[in-house]
């Protein structure tokens, strides 16, 4: 059952979707860059990739929050509306496409997918110095689909968003 934010729970369950990741990679081998029919579009590294790469980005608007600093930053908005439905409804699947900046390209690197896997995985540690602040922050930053979201709400986003596509993943892994 979806969960309302909460730092406090929020950075250990991102920190063990995202090394789960890393488990599902070795799982599928050879063939984490196959697509299955029916599941899913994307691959394993994929959904990898763009969730790591998601996570970074939501990381990075919960540390400039906490910091008080972003050109993005907005002291007054209108909280999102859709956040905390999605928070009710959970993740459903094929319902929403991407934004262009988080798709990942037909052809994974290996490379890259770790760095962006042990970049996500590192700013999630990293919260560790902040995790008092976050629920306290000031301001919110604006999300392409959801609006405008607060620090707790941006890493809640990065938590649902990859458990989201670890299940998927999962799945993927687990048919091959």
Do not use: C
């Not at 908005?77 to 859709?82: K, N, T, V």
């Not at 439905?85 to 993740?91: D, Q, R, T």
């Amino acid at each position: 059952m979806p969960t309302a934010p909460n730092p406090t729970t929020d950075r250990p369950a991102l920190l063990a979707a995202l090394t789960a990741f890393q488990e599902r990679l070795q799982q599928a081998g050879t063939r984490r860059s196959d697509v299955l029919a029916g599941v899913s579009g994307w691959a394993v590294d994929q959904h990898a990739y763009h969730a790591a790469l998601a996570a970074s980005l939501a990381l990075q608007n919960v540390t400039n929050l906490v910091a008080e600093k972003g050109v993005l930053i907005r002291l007054e908005a209108e909280p999102s509306e859709l956040f905390p439905k999605l928070v009710e409804l959970g993740f459903p699947r094929g319902q929403t496409k991407s934004p262009r900046m988080v798709v990942p390209p037909d052809a994974v690197d290996p490379e890259i997918l770790t760095q962006e896997l042990t970049g996500a995985i590192t700013a999630t540690l990293e919260l560790e110095t902040i995790l008092g602040r976050i629920s306290d922050a000031p301001g919110f930053i604006p999300h392409q689909l959801l609006g405008a979201l607060t620090a707790e709400q941006w890493l809640g986003f990065a938590r649902m968003h990859t458990e989201h596509h670890l299940m998927i993943a999962t799945e993927i892994a687990g048919a091959l």
